[in-house]
Nanobody, 128 residues
Framework: QVQLVESGGGLVQAGGSLRLSCAAS????????MGWFRQAPGKEREFVAA????????YYADYVKGRFTISRDNAKSTKYLQMNSLKPEDTAVYYC?????????????????????WGQGTQVTVSS
């Protein structure tokens, strides 16, 4: 079993930055691909970014590419989402997620069905 706890959300002005963290517990967490998703009020959950279990591959949604960076520190069982040049449309609850199978390189890391474990979410609000 893997438990995920996000932190780092908050209120920031447009153009500002935040870094989200996702602390994972469980022996297998360092062997799982990880993703970040977000959900704005009245909208469906959408993919933001993902990173392979090794950290060797990263994936981004077009609307965050060049502004967000995903990374992981397996020694600390923590992954991060550095968010720069934030826009009001980035306002959402951000969720981290962990994949289903150890050492598995998903072909569809942007699909939420690839993830078995989810955190409780952290609110990010970007003011204009």
């Amino acid at each position: 079993q893997v438990q995920l706890v996000e932190s780092g959300g908050g209120l920031v002005q447009a153009g500002g930055s935040l870094r989200l963290s996702c602390a994972a517990s469980g022996r297998t967490s360092s062997r799982l691909g990880m993703g970040w998703f977000r959900q704005a009020p009245g909208k469906e959950r959408e993919f933001v970014a993902a990173i392979s279990w090794s950290g060797g591959s990263t994936y981004y949604a077009d609307y965050v590419k060049g502004r967000f960076t995903i990374s992981r520190d397996n020694a600390k069982s923590t992954k991060y989402l550095q968010m720069n040049s934030l826009k009001p449309e980035d306002t959402a609850v951000y969720y981290c997620a962990a994949g289903r199978r150890s050492y598995y390189e998903s072909r569809n890391p942007n699909n939420d069905v690839e993830y078995a474990y989810w955190g409780q979410g952290t609110q990010v609000t970007v003011s204009s």
